[in-house]
Every structure is written in structure tokens, then in C-alpha cells.
């Protein structure tokens, strides 16, 4: 379904403050993008209109199935870009900026392309992670901490169970991270994901036990 990229833009922004605030107020939207609260009654008179937003008696706005849905979509293709242009090493507000106006513009097949080519660049090698677990074992490293990750700020393993976190083995951690690096040719992000898995299958029940 194809609608003007300004109406996108106010659906995809009631989308994101319905995701901070507990309700959207016309005010809360001509805020957010710097728009005067007049031109904003006007969108959303339209967009009401068209079926993709409503408001209750005390002018609260919501998405219909139809306005969320696209929402979602614009959503998803800002979020995808930004963060894939960020690892590009584009700057984060650049990054956003230049997603701003792709994910208008993009057609559905070439988005999909794209989110199709990042899940497979990201995906960890099973072989290699199976080749660096035994290199572990060879080494006597079963009990391996990540807090060193920490410190360099690698947040995607912060999901881990705070009983590995033991202090004595920062040393290990790092090499083994900087082994995934060097040895296999793994960027930073994709190092941390491979050593997320190896750490779970050497704290496993099955492996201790």
C-alpha cells in the first residue's frame, strides 16, 4: 500500500512516542518533528480520514490496523538502515538521516535483499565456532568470563547469566575474542555473537556434568 512519504513519516512518528509515553497527543507529534501544531491538526484530519488513525474523546491517537501496519513497515526498513550504515561506518546521525529518506523510497524486493544479505553476514559459522570451542578445550579455558567484553562496551552479551561472570578469567576472554578476530576473520559485532554461542555450549549442563 502506497501513501505520500509525509504521511508515512506521521504514522512511523506516532508508532515511536506510542513506544515511550503511555498515549500520543497531536502536540507530542508536531513536537517531535519540529512542525507547527496547526499543520499537524491538518494530518491528521487527513490521515483520520483515510483510515489509519483514530482518537478517542480525549484526543488521544492511535494507529488502525491498516495506519500500524505501515508504521511497522517504515519502522523496520529506518531501523535495518540506520544500524547497517552505522557498521558501514557511517556516523549514527548521518546513518539516520540517510535512512529517513531510503525508507521511503526503497522498494519492498530490495529491502528484502538487503535484510536477506545482513541475517546471512551475521549468522555465525557453526564449523568455525565447533573449531574454536575445541581450541578452548585443548587450552583447559572451559571457565571463560566476558566482563573484559564489557569494558570495551559490547552490550550484546549482557544477556548472559551473571554466575560466568567470573573475574579471574578477563585475560582468557579477550584472547579468545581477539582469536575469533584475527584467526577467522570476524568484525567486532559478529565476534561477539560467535562468542556468545561458545560460551553457552561450555556452560551447559551437558558439558560440565
Not at 505520500?4 to 497527543?25: D, H, M
Not at 526498513?77 to 547497517?84: E, F, Q, V
Not at 566476558?146 to 570495551?152: E, F, K, L
Not at 576473520?185 to 555473537?193: E, V
Request: hydrophobic fraction near 40%; proline fraction near 2%; glycine fraction near 4%.
Amino acid at each position: 500500500m502506497k501513501i505520500q512519504e509525509s504521511a508515512e513519516n506521521y504514522l512511523e512518528t506516532i508508532l515511536v512516542l506510542s513506544q515511550k509515553q503511555p498515549f500520543v497527543r497531536s502536540i507530542d507529534v508536531a513536537t517531535e518533528l519540529g512542525f507547527s501544531k496547526a499543520s499537524v491538526s491538518v494530518a491528521m484530519k487527513n490521515l483520520k480520514e483515510n483510515g489509519y488513525v483514530q482518537t478517542d474523546a480525549s484526543g488521544h491517537l492511535s494507529l488502525t490496523e491498516t495506519g500500524l501496519e505501515i508504521a511497522e513497515m517504515i519502522y523496520e526498513r529506518h531501523t535495518l538502515i540506520s544500524d547497517w550504515l552505522t557498521k558501514l561506518g557511517v556516523s549514527r546521525e548521518t546513518a539516520s538521516e540517510d535512512a529517513c529518506r531510503m525508507e521511503h523510497v526503497i522498494s519492498a524486493e530490495s529491502f528484502q535483499a538487503i535484510k536477506n544479505h545482513i541475517r546471512k553476514a551475521t549468522v555465525p559459522d557453526t564449523e568455525k565456532i565447533q573449531e574454536v570451542i575445541e581450541r578452548a578445550d585443548d587450552a583447559d579455558q572451559k571457565h571463560i568470563d566476558w566482563t573484559a567484553v564489557w569494558a570495551v562496551k559490547y552490550p550484546v552479551l549482557a544477556s548472559y547469566p551473571k554466575e560466568v561472570r567470573t573475574a579471574d578469567y578477563e585475560a582468557a576472554l579477550a584472547a579468545l575474542l581477539k582469536q575469533l578476530q584475527s584467526d577467522y576473520g570476524y568484525s567486532s559485532l559478529d565476534a561477539c555473537l560467535v562468542l556468545k554461542d561458545i560460551l553457552g555450549h561450555m556452560w551447559s549442563p551437558d558439558r560440565n556434568s
